[in-house]
């Protein structure tokens, strides 16, 4: 199928129109025309090779919404005309343990991520969603509920499914004292589902001017993370912390927060941290975990969740033609609190008669 969207062409060069060819469709296979995609902090690590796996040109976006416009012959799940959403991965094994759970995301393989991965039967690069069409195996779609307002469904996609599974795999409910490290894309989503599952909630940030949106979001309280005084008196608050940062950073002062038997869950930086001072770890037999994404069967129930407690992101819609722009904003944590693609805004590039 051809199709089209905009690309990262190198490291250092912004997205550009690009036309590229999503495969034929296979017997489980769904053909989607996306309607909307968020933004990522990730889409834009990857653009710009922060991790150094990035192929060019690549295609990047992994909170799509949009429409089935076909289906293979043996898609049971999904039919032409229905919205459907798909996220961070579009395919795995199927056949180990860890998918037989629901796992797909921790696949003994390694799952088959949106873009940036290869293609399980063909080999190709994996293309994602800052584009018109896409084409994903049944499995991999997900079904955006009824009253779940789709122009803002997307970020649910990542930022929601990254931060309800800790949320939900630390049995966080009622009662639940959580903190919240950094206040963007994936925090401003762990705050949301963190008081929809009715724990307390403290955000933990850098930037004042975000305490107001913070208490609207359902926050509960607001610490400054500079503060090095409320720091202290903040000491054992938390049963689990979800850190959002994007770059290296140092865990040490966040983890005298946890209260015993408590949980400090990365799912921001992807790579090195500063040294870590296992002190505060023995004294009070803390932890340090990490988490990444979700399965598909916790990311239905989380898009179910978000349908029924009306719970979902602050987004700023923005047209393709605007992502540069938007990519820098993102850097400068200028976005509240994530960025959508209208894709309505994508034309087809015009190609030159040689
Ligand atoms: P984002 O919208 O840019 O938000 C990150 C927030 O972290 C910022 O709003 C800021 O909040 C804080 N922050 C940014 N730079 C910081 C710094 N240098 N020091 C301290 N705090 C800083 O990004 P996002 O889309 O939420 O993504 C966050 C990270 O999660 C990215 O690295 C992304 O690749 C990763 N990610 C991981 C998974 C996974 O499966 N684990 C999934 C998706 C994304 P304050 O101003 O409030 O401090
Ligand atoms: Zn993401």
Same mark, same amino acid.
Do not use: H, Y
């Given at each position: 199928m051809k199709t089209y969207g905009y690309a990262a062409? $190198?490291?250092d060069k912004p997205l550009a129109p690009f036309s590229f060819d999503r495969r034929a469709l296979r017997a489980n296979d769904v053909a989607i025309e996306i309607l909307y995609c968020g933004v990522c902090h990730s889409d834009l690590h990857t653009a710009r090779n922060d991790w150094s796996w990035t192929n060019y040109p690549i295609v990047v976006g992994h909170e799509i919404v949009g429409r089935v416009i076909e289906v293979g012959? #043996? !898609?049971?799940?999904h039919k032409v005309g229905d919205h459907v959403a798909v996220g961070?991965?579009?395919? &795995?094994?199927?056949?180990?343990d860890q998918c037989h759970k629901g796992e797909e995301q921790l696949c003994r393989e390694g799952n088959t991520q949106?873009?940036? @991965? !290869?293609?399980?039967?063909?080999g190709e690069p994996t293309m994602g969603g800052y584009a018109k069409h896409i084409v994903v195996r049944e499995e991999f779609v997900l079904r955006v509920p009824k009253g779940l307002a789709l122009a803002k469904a997307g970020p649910l996609l990542c930022a929601g499914a990254t931060t309800y599974s800790p949320l939900r795999n630390w049995n966080v409910g009622p009662g639940s004292r959580v903190g919240v490290i950094g206040m963007g894309g994936l925090g401003h989503m762990a705050i949301k589902l963190a008081a929809a599952l009715g724990a307390s909630v403290t955000v933990l940030s850098r &930037?004042? &001017?975000?305490e107001a949106d913070a208490k609207e979001l359902g926050a509960d309280a607001f610490l400054l993370s500079s503060d090095e005084k409320a720091m202290v008196q903040a000491g &054992? $608050?938390?049963d689990l912390i979800i850190d959002t940062v994007p770059t290296k950073h140092d865990l040490t002062p966040y983890l005298?927060?946890? #209260?015993?038997?408590g949980t400090l869950c !990365? !799912? @921001?930086?992807v790579g090195p941290l500063d040294e870590l001072n296992s002190l505060p770890l023995l004294l009070g037999r803390r932890r340090v975990a990490g988490s990444a994404i979700a399965g598909i069967a916790q990311t239905q129930e989380m898009l179910d969740f978000c349908a029924r407690k009306n719970v979902l992101p602050e987004v700023e819609m923005i047209g393709i033609d605007q992502i540069n722009e938007a990519y820098e904003r993102l850097l400068r944590s200028d976005v509240r609190y994530r960025f959508v693609i209208d894709m309505a805004s994508l034309t087809q590039p015009h190609v030159d008669a040689a």
């Open positions: 062409l $190198a490291a012959p #043996d !898609v049971t799940r961070t991965m579009v395919d &795995s094994c199927q056949n180990c949106t873009f940036c @991965g !290869v293609d399980r039967i063909t &930037s004042p &001017s975000k &054992s $608050a938390f005298p927060l946890l #209260d015993v038997d !990365v !799912v @921001g930086q």
